[in-house]
Antibody, heavy 126, light 107 residues
Framework: EVQLMESGGGLIQPGGSLRISCVAS????????MNWVRQAPGKGLEWVSN????????HYVGSVKGRFIISRDNAKNSVFLQMNNLRAEDTAMYYC???????????????????WGQGTLVFVSS | DIQMTQSPSTLSASVGDRVTITCRAS??????LAWYHQRPGKAPKLLIY???TLESGVPSRFSGSGSGTEFTLTISSLQADDFATYYC?????????FGQGTKVEIK
C-alpha cells in the first residue's frame, strides 16, 4: 500500500524558517518525481514545487522561488521542503504528492499527482 | 503562468443526476490535464489523468474529455460519495496550475 507521511509543520514567526518532510513507502521511490502542493485555509490547491527522480532538477511556483528549496534522499525514501523567510501568505496545509510512475528519460506525460499524503500544517504568524 | 478556469464554481445536484464540470486553459495544454476531488478535511485524490484516463480504482461513472484549451469532467450518475470539491490541473507548462475548484453540493 502506498503511504506518504508528512511531518515538521507548526507555528512559525514571519521571517522564520521551517523544514517539512515526507516519508514514502509501498512503492519504488526513485521511479517517481515528487511534489509539494499547498492549500491555504478555505482556499484551493496550489502546486509549490517538484523534484526529478534523481534530484538533479527542481521547479518552483514564482511566489516561493528563492525562498523554498526542495530536496530528496532516495536512500531514505524521503522528500523535503526547506522554507525560508516565511510569510503569512505561506500559511497552508502542505501535501506531498508523487507524480505518476516514470521509466522514461523525461516524465512530462506522467507529471500528474498520483498519490497524496495527509498533509502537514504550516502556520506563519507572530 | 497558465490560468485554469473551472465552471461552475458551485453545483447543486441530486443523487442519480448527470453532472458536468468544465475546465478552460488560458493556452493550449494538449492533453496534459488531470482531475482530482477532495472531500472536506481530506487530501485530494486523483480521478483522471491525460484528459481521459481513469485512475485505477476510480468508478467508471467518472469520465473526462477535451483537448487543447477546453476540458470536461462528467459524472454519469452522482452518488453520495461524490459530493466534494473537484479540481482540474494542467501539467503541460511549469508552474503546474489548478482550477479554482467546483464544489458539488447536495440539492
Amino acid at each position: 500500500e502506498v503511504q506518504l507521511m508528512e511531518s515538521g509543520g507548526g507555528l512559525i514567526q514571519p521571517g522564520g524558517s521551517l523544514r517539512i518532510s515526507c516519508v514514502a513507502s509501498g512503492f519504488t521511490f526513485n521511479n517517481y518525481e515528487m511534489n509539494w502542493v499547498r492549500q491555504a485555509p478555505g482556499k484551493g490547491l496550489e502546486w509549490v514545487s517538484n523534484i526529478t527522480r534523481s534530484g538533479s532538477g527542481t521547479h518552483y511556483v514564482g511566489s516561493v522561488k528563492g525562498r523554498f528549496i526542495i530536496s530528496r534522499d532516495n536512500a531514505k525514501n524521503s522528500v523535503f521542503l526547506q522554507m525560508n523567510n516565511l510569510r503569512a501568505e505561506d500559511t497552508a496545509m502542505y501535501y506531498c504528492a508523487t507524480g505518476g510512475f516514470c521509466a522514461d528519460d523525461e516524465c512530462q506525460g506522467t507529471a500528474y499527482l498520483q498519490y497524496w499524503g495527509q498533509g502537514t500544517l504550516v502556520f506563519v504568524s507572530s | 503562468d497558465i490560468q485554469m478556469t473551472q465552471s461552475p464554481s458551485t453545483l447543486s445536484a441530486s443523487v442519480g443526476d448527470r453532472v458536468t464540470i468544465t475546465c478552460r486553459a488560458s493556452q493550449n495544454i494538449r492533453s496534459f490535464l488531470a482531475w482530482y476531488h477532495q472531500r472536506p478535511g481530506k487530501a485530494p485524490k486523483l480521478l483522471i489523468y491525460q484528459t481521459s484516463t481513469l485512475e485505477s480504482g476510480v468508478p467508471s461513472r467518472f469520465s473526462g474529455s477535451g483537448s487543447g484549451t477546453e476540458f470536461t469532467l462528467t459524472i454519469s450518475s452522482l452518488q453520495a460519495d461524490d459530493f466534494a470539491t473537484y479540481y482540474c490541473q494542467q501539467y503541460h507548462t511549469y508552474p503546474w496550475t489548478f482550477g479554482q475548484g467546483t464544489k458539488v453540493e447536495i440539492k
